[in-house]
């Protein structure tokens, strides 16, 4: 039998640049919740781990279901990178709300794999969101004992941004 528990929580009351969690036991197996509901320039959440900003550490690769062709306008972000500084978690530049789960392989000694899903788009009902997936990488073998989120087009994330770990333990 498995254990669940909350392990970390952080929001922002208000717009901020990034948002960490505290420093947290590793458990074996971690799921993560959050919530940007605005970004003050266009732009995507990142995700990065014990502070790492090292520009070689990630990779990732990002779906979504929008029918319109988008053009990213800054560098880097096109849905698809290996030996990235962070974990993207969608692929159009937006103003527009993101939430997603992620489950995130937290074993010893060993890189990290990361699952998700998500949305992004408006949360008033006037247009459908768009449906986002992907996975990533983080080579680092050291356990993850916090997570950071941030907008790499600088700027701020909105106030209510949100972040929930739930570690998993056998």
């Known amino acids: 039998m498995s254990i669940e528990s909350i392990i970390a929580a952080a929001s922002l009351s208000s717009p901020a640049a990034s948002l960490v969690t505290q420093a947290f036991d590793p458990p074996i197996l971690l799921k993560v919740f959050l919530f940007i509901p605005s970004f003050s320039v266009a732009s995507v959440p990142r995700l990065r781990f014990n502070g790492d900003?090292?520009?070689?550490?990630?990779?990732?690769?990002?779906?979504?279901?929008?029918?319109?062709?988008?053009?990213?306008t800054f560098t880097g972000l096109n849905g698809v990178a290996g030996?990235?500084?962070?974990?993207?978690?969608?692929?159009?530049?937006?103003?527009?709300?993101?939430?997603?789960?992620?489950?995130?392989?937290?074993?010893?000694?060993?890189?990290?794999?990361?699952?998700?899903?998500?949305?992004?788009?408006?949360?008033?009902?006037?247009?459908?969101?768009?449906v986002l997936q992907g996975s990533a990488i983080w080579a680092n073998t050291a356990r993850i004992t916090s997570i950071?989120?941030?907008?790499?087009?600088?700027?701020?994330?909105?106030?209510?941004?949100?972040?929930?770990?739930?570690?998993?333990?056998?």
């Open 83 to 130: 030996a990235a500084d962070g974990i993207l978690l969608a692929k159009a530049n937006s103003v527009n709300p993101v939430g997603a789960q992620l489950i995130i392989g937290n074993g010893p000694s060993q890189q990290h794999s990361v699952m998700f899903s998500g949305s992004q788009g408006a949360v008033d009902a006037s247009a459908a969101p768009a």
């Open 53 to 72: 900003t090292g520009t070689t550490n990630y990779a990732y690769n990002v779906m979504d279901s929008n029918l319109i062709a988008t053009v990213v």
């Open 148 to 170: 950071q989120l941030d907008s790499p087009a600088g700027g701020n994330l909105g106030a209510g941004t949100g972040i929930m770990v739930i570690g998993i333990s056998p």
